[in-house]
């Protein structure tokens, strides 16, 4: 069987989602996808004297929490991939110090959730790894700091923003076991429409969206309707009415299959959080807190993880640039091929 079509890639020997975990802080709690997650911590300090270690804390104890569901230690992963949205993915690097396992930093902003998976599926398919994580977290007090304002600053937020999620998803993937299964990939490509503004995520972010879900539907000779969801983050409310609109033009609707993370975290009028969700750990925290039990249990046959990032960083912001977006995509399965389980 060939592994490539298109620009996408076939996985002919499906790696399994052993385990995930999610954690989240109490605001992400309160809302609508409360209940899924294995973790509401209350105190967004984690115990910790700075935010950035909170972070970290949360990443590690995300991961840690995944390890014991699969029943393996630390020593037995192969790899772990995790990444972050603060400067040299910091928080990653931090919480994942003390395991000792060999580790790839990765930056993909909002959709590193799905480059992980991705790739890890990459390594376990193709040998190169038997055990693999993959695990991604943010915070809004490190996002706010870096990305915009200092909190003490009371800045002013626009319409269109969206609110950086306190929150961490983490997985282990293995060569062989039972569902959810990886099924096939497709990386991202760079789209740039000229977005400027750093507060319309959804805006700069929805053309990779469109793009990525667009090329593996080709690839695969697939519809949207075969698929039971078609999930993005973090578009947010914004950028989920663009990326249909979008594939509309293309002849595609996914309006019926189609939710999206960012506009599925809060209640955006009760918790005034504008246009909805982001940040590493909000697509992270529900894939795997809402989305993998589903899969697994059957609920859900088949999914696309389209997980999207804005590659800013704030010098670049303020030199005027306009913002880059990629999107990665994951196709998961309750079965490991059409038919079977």
């Known amino acids: 069987m060939e592994k490539r079509i298109g620009s996408s890639i076939r996985l002919p020997h499906p790696p399994s989602i052993r385990s995930f975990a999610s954690i989240v802080g109490q605001k992400e709690g309160d809302?609508?996808?409360?209940?899924?997650?294995?973790?509401?911590?209350?105190?967004?300090?984690?115990?910790?004297?700075?935010?950035?270690k909170a972070e970290s804390r949360l990443q590690c104890e995300?991961?840690?929490?995944?390890?014991?569901?699969?029943?393996?230690?630390?020593?037995?992963?192969?790899?772990?991939?995790?990444?972050?949205l603060i400067n040299q993915c910091t928080s990653s690097s931090f919480a994942l110090?003390?395991?000792?396992?060999?580790?790839?930093?990765?930056?993909?902003?909002?959709?590193?959730?799905?480059?992980?998976l991705l790739t890890g599926s990459l390594l376990v398919e193709g040998g190169f790894c038997k055990r693999a994580a993959a695990v991604t977290s943010s915070h809004f007090s490190t996002a706010e700091r870096q990305f915009r304002f200092p909190l003490s600053y009371g800045g002013q937020r626009t319409p269109t923003s969206q609110w950086t999620c306190t929150a961490s998803g983490a997985l282990v993937l293995t060569e062989s076991g039972g569902?959810?299964?990886?099924?096939?990939?497709?990386?991202?490509?760079?789209?740039?429409?000229?977005?400027?503004?750093?507060?319309?995520m959804g805006a700069a972010m929805a053309p990779a969206a469109a793009d990525t879900i667009a090329r593996y539907l080709s690839d695969t000779g697939t519809q949207?309707?075969?698929?039971?969801?078609?999930?993005?983050?973090?578009?947010?409310?914004?950028?989920?009415?663009?990326?249909?609109?979008?594939?509309?033009?293309?002849?595609?609707?996914?309006?019926?299959?189609?939710?999206?993370?960012?506009?599925?975290?809060?209640?955006?009028?009760?918790?005034?959080?504008?246009?909805?969700?982001?940040?590493?750990?909000?697509?992270?925290?529900?894939?795997?807190?809402?989305?993998?039990?589903?899969?697994?249990?059957?609920?859900?046959?088949?999914?696309?993880f389209a997980a999207t990032g804005a590659l800013l960083?704030?010098?670049?912001?303020?030199?005027?640039?306009?913002?880059?977006g990629i999107s990665h995509l994951v196709d998961i399965s309750f079965a490991k091929e059409d038919g079977t389980c």
């Open 97 to 116: 110090r003390e395991f000792g396992i060999p580790f790839l930093g990765l930056y993909g902003a909002c959709s590193t959730m799905a480059e992980g």
């Open 179 to 200: 569902p959810p299964y990886v099924r096939g990939v497709c990386i991202g490509r760079i789209q740039d429409l000229g977005i400027t503004d750093a507060n319309n």
């Open 224 to 304: 949207p309707s075969d698929y039971d969801a078609i999930v993005t983050g973090d578009l947010g409310n914004i950028g989920t009415k663009l990326v249909r609109m979008l594939l509309q033009q293309e002849g595609i609707d996914i309006a019926p299959q189609h939710q999206d993370c960012g506009a599925m975290m809060f209640d955006a009028d009760a918790q005034d959080t504008h246009a909805g969700g982001s940040g590493c750990g909000c697509a992270g925290s529900i894939l795997c807190g809402h989305f993998l039990p589903q899969v697994q249990q059957g609920s859900i046959r088949r999914m696309l």
């Open 31 to 52: 809302g609508p996808l409360g209940h899924c997650f294995d973790r509401i911590e209350l105190r967004d300090d984690f115990g910790e004297k700075t935010w950035e």
């Open 62 to 84: 995300t991961l840690q929490l995944a390890l014991r569901k699969s029943g393996f230690d630390a020593a037995v992963l192969d790899c772990v991939l995790a990444g972050d």
């Open 313 to 324: 960083s704030p010098m670049i912001v303020q030199q005027g640039e306009s913002i880059p």
